[in-house]
């Protein structure tokens, strides 16, 4: 259908959705939009355009899709006069994006890449956002190169990524925050002039603040802009006021859609799909890579220990292999060790032992990396042939392989998110499973 916005309004579209300018020209988030171009708004979200001039778009709605149109500017004052006092900023600068889930920073990213472009500045853009990542897939740390304007940032190129393996930056903050110094320093290696984080939407709390506390005191961003939300984050801004960054408070816009976790959830599946397009099943060498992560499997059986371990248990095991600091034995599918067994193995070994059953990698994430650990995708385990000494991966992934992370994130073999810890990850005792 065809939509005439007159100069001045605001038409907010709700996805999924098609967009194309027919005539006139608009703006969204600080992009400008010509004749011709055309758009995608993704189910889930929705997009500001507003009308420079007198406008006409052609709108393809899909199911659940609609629109509205408004008098104001979606763009709050307190974005653009933040934006402002940034870009008059000589230098390289940091820009860090803090607020409670659905309060816009992804678009205030948006926004401040698009003003930074026009201003002639050197963008990246740097997503610390796990679960609702818009650069790289869900459980990644991305880094983006933005050499054009953007409407969303889910179209951006992902230039490099440190995988992290979790949706959600609860237990993994040392990583996160290490992630995000690492390629904050690529860019600026590389030239970037304006290097934006965002952040994940994890505010509310003690723990909460402490996180966001060491992250900002740790990045050092030159500006650390904060989503206020319904004006609850008081606690987090006065903890950020000890830390050597100017701090700048801005709006939430009125217009926001939120999200609710099922919403959040489809949008995560439909972003490992993206990034495993075309993926087949590679067979890897144990022997050829490193696995480290939530599974840490080197291939090389200890055949000594395995026999008397097979003593110990009364039964055969999968595979077995020794270091310095644990065991770690696989055990048949189904099959449990009893406390005694534990006890005794425990007591002969004095070392760490993690039992681990035949078929419990199946379906966990992983990132591939090359030589000096560059990223090169994600994958789902398939399977390990222990007996073969191989790993089945489903991947797009066809460059050399060095080292695979093993995640904590699981999916079905269509791509479903299941909501499963790998019991492994408990150091320092035997874990019967
Ligand atoms: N000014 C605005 N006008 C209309 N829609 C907006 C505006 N700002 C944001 N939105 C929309 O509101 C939704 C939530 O905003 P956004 O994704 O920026 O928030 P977020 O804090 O990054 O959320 P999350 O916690 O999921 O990462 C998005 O669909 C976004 O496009
Ligand atoms: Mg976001």
Redesign the pocket.
């Known amino acids: 259908m065809r939509q005439e916005i007159k100069k001045g309004k605001t038409i ?1 579209i709700d996805g999924p959705a098609c967009v194309a300018l027919q005539f006139g020209s608009m703006r969204s988030f600080g992009a400008l939009i010509k004749a011709g171009d055309h758009f995608v708004v993704r189910w ?5 355009f507003e009308a420079i001039e007198d406008s006409q778009i052609e709108i393809l709605l899909g199911n659940s899709a609609s629109f509205s149109i408004i008098d104001e500017d ?3 004052q307190s974005w653009k006069d933040a934006a402002n006092r940034i870009l008059a900023t000589d230098g390289s600068i940091t820009v860090a994006v803090l ?10 990213c948006t926004y401040l890449v698009n003003i930074g472009l026009n201003g002639g500045r050197s963008v990246a853009l740097v997503d610390g ?1 796990l679960g ?1 990542s818009d650069v790289g897939p869900p459980g990644t740390l991305g880094l983006s190169f933005v050499r054009r304007s953007v409407i969303d940032l889910v179209n951006l190129p992902l230039d490099d990524a440190v995988f992290i393996g979790n949706t959600s930056p609860y237990n993994v903050i040392d990583k996160i925050i290490s992630g995000l110094l690492k390629l904050k320093c690529e860019a600026e290696k590389k030239g970037s002039n304006l290097i934006i984080v ?1 952040t994940d ?1 994890w505010v509310d709390g003690a723990e909460a603040i402490k996180y966001k506390y060491q992250l900002i005191s740790s990045l050092k961003p030159k500006f650390t802009v904060v ?1 206020q939300g319904d004006g609850s984050l008081n606690p987090l801004i006065n903890s950020l006021m000890n830390v050597e960054t100017h701090l700048l408070a801005v709006e939430t ?1 009125k ?5 609710d976790r099922e919403m ?1 959830r489809i949008i995560r599946e439909t972003l490992y799909k993206r990034y495993l397009k075309d993926a087949k099943v590679r067979t890897i060498p144990l022997s050829w890579i490193k696995m480290y992560g939530n599974l840490e499997i080197s291939g090389r059986v200890d055949q000594t220990l395995k026999r008397r371990l097979e003593e110990i248990i009364g039964n055969k095991l999968v595979y077995c292999e020794s270091s310095q600091s644990s065991i770690i034995l696989v055990l048949k599918e189904g099959l449990l060790l009893s406390e005694d067994e534990k006890l005794k193995i425990a007591s002969e070994f004095n070392r760490p032992v993690r039992v681990i059953c035949e078929g419990e990698e199946r379906g966990l994430l992983v990132s591939l990396e090359g030589s000096e650990g560059k990223f090169l995708g994600i994958g789902i385990i398939n399977s390990i042939e222990y007996d073969r000494g191989i790993l089945k991966v489903y991947t797009n992934v066809d460059e050399t392989v060095s080292r695979v992370c093993v995640g904590q994130i699981r999916l079905s073999e269509k791509g479903s998110e299941i909501e499963a810890h790998l019991k492994v990850v408990s150091k320092g005792s035997i874990g019967g499973t």
């Not at 889930?44 to 500001?48: A, E, F, H, S, V």
């Open positions: 907010l889930g979200k929705r997009i500001p979606p763009i709050p607020g409670g889930v659905d309060s816009g920073k992804t678009s205030f956002d609702q965002n939407g989503l816009p217009n926001v859609k939120k999200r959040r």
